[in-house]
């Protein structure tokens, strides 16, 4: 019932910034919780940060804590990731998803997941 899809991502050069947008559709958006994951090339995906429905919850993994931070304009219904002093380890697909349920947190209970954007931080 969820249309996610983001966009914001490309090609940067180490310590650069980026800003990724992710919007949903086909449900209040104020009722989700929202997500971002990454997927590098060879590995698992993985949890990168939340943000709760109001946006005065949010979490982020330890690799990211202080350099990306998560918002959300229900108003506009976009939630986005600010993302500051890349390294290239960053290098992955950016995945948005949104969960209507618990867990959300810890990276669980997404229902509904848009086609990624690749984001490359080059050495």
């Known amino acids: 019932q969820v249309q996610v899809v983001e966009s914001g991502g490309g090609l940067v050069q180490a310590g650069g910034s980026l800003r990724l947008s992710c919007a949903a559709s086909?449900?209040?958006?104020?009722?989700?919780?929202m997500g971002w994951f990454r997927q590098a090339p060879g590995k698992e995906r993985e949890f990168v940060a939340a943000i709760s429905r109001t946006g005065e919850g949010t979490y982020y993994t330890n690799s990211v804590k202080g350099r990306f931070t998560l918002s959300r304009d229900n108003a506009k219904k976009t939630v986005y990731l600010s993302m500051n002093s890349l390294k290239p380890e960053d290098t992955a697909v950016y995945y948005c998803?949104?969960?209507?349920?618990?867990?959300?947190?810890?990276?669980?209970?997404?229902?509904?997941w848009g086609q990624g954007t690749q984001v490359t931080v080059s050495s």
């Open positions: 998803a949104a969960s209507a349920g618990s867990g959300f947190w810890s990276g669980n209970g997404y229902d509904s």
């Open positions: 086909g449900r209040t958006f104020s009722e989700l919780h």
